[in-house]
């Protein structure tokens, strides 16, 4: 009897001890299964995506650390189309989300401002539209921010200039409106094509 009270105790203690290495690899996987709910996927790149399994990190095109938490999701040129989900801003490790080159359409959740880990995010050649989200100027780790060939409106949010990080910034052939920053980080770029008037092609490079 007093073995079994030994036992839970122990039990609970681990818990205790360990809650996030116990809960982030399953609320990875919902959040990844989730994505893969709201993208139509007609050459099944995300078959291997099976959410009963412990954790995303044997599905193809997901990359995990040592502690078994997502740091990549590679989905480049994947036919994909469908829209984001906030949930993706739960992958606190995520280095870099690769979804270029797909038919992925609606907005740019706010939510990948949390993503505070992320060093690549890289969305070109896709059909999001609504602004880029503010939020993304918390993302202090970013290098390469590639929004380019989507339909995004509105103006470049000022938070962007924060980023220190920042090497490759390209935001070309979108319907952005509004003045590029020239301070902060964007005082470090060298415009490669910068029309006063028309800001339509504002592809920036160090
Ligand atoms: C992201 O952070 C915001 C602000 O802290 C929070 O409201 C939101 O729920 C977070 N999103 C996710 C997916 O955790
Ligand atoms: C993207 O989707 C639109 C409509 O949903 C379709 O007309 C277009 O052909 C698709 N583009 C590609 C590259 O699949
Ligand atoms: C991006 O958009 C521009 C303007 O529409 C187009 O000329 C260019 O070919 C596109 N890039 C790619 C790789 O499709
Ligand atoms: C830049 O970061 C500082 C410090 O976190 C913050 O106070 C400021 O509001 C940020 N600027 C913009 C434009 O977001
Ligand atoms: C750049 O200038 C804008 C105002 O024009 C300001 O909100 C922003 O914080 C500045 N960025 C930095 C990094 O100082």
Same mark, same amino acid.
């Given at each position: 009897m007093e073995g079994e009270v030994?036992? =839970? %105790? #122990?039990?609970?203690?681990l818990c205790l001890l360990h809650p996030f290495s116990f809960i982030s690899a399953n609320m990875e996987g919902d959040a990844l299964h989730t994505l893969r709910t709201n993208l139509e996927d007609p050459?099944?790149?995300l078959q291997s995506w099976d959410p009963t399994l412990v954790n995303p990190c044997t599905w193809f095109h997901v990359t995990?650390?040592?502690d078994n938490s997502v740091i990549r999701v590679d989905l480049g040129n994947a036919a994909l189309s469908g829209q984001l989900v906030p949930q993706l801003g739960l992958l606190k490790n995520l280095q870099y989300l690769e979804l270029y080159s797909n038919n992925i359409s609606g907005p740019i959740p706010s939510d990948l401002g949390n993503l505070t880990s992320l060093v690549s995010l890289d969305l070109y050649l896709n059909s999001f539209t609504g602004p880029i989200p503010e939020t993304l100027g918390?993302?202090?780790k970013l290098r390469f921010l590639r929004l380019n060939n989507n339909s995004l409106t509105g103006t470049i949010p000022m938070s962007l200039t924060n980023i #220190?990080?920042?090497?490759?910034?390209?935001?070309s052939n979108n319907h952005?409106?509004? =003045? =590029?920053p020239?301070?902060?980080? %964007?005082?470090?770029f060298t415009p490669i094509r910068c029309p006063v008037d028309e800001l339509n092609s504002n592809r920036l490079s160090p």
């Open positions: 030994v036992v =839970v %105790f #122990t039990l609970l203690l050459n099944n790149v995990c650390n040592s918390k993302l202090s #220190t990080a920042l090497q490759v910034l390209d935001l952005l409106s509004g =003045v =590029v020239d301070n902060g980080s %964007f005082s470090l």
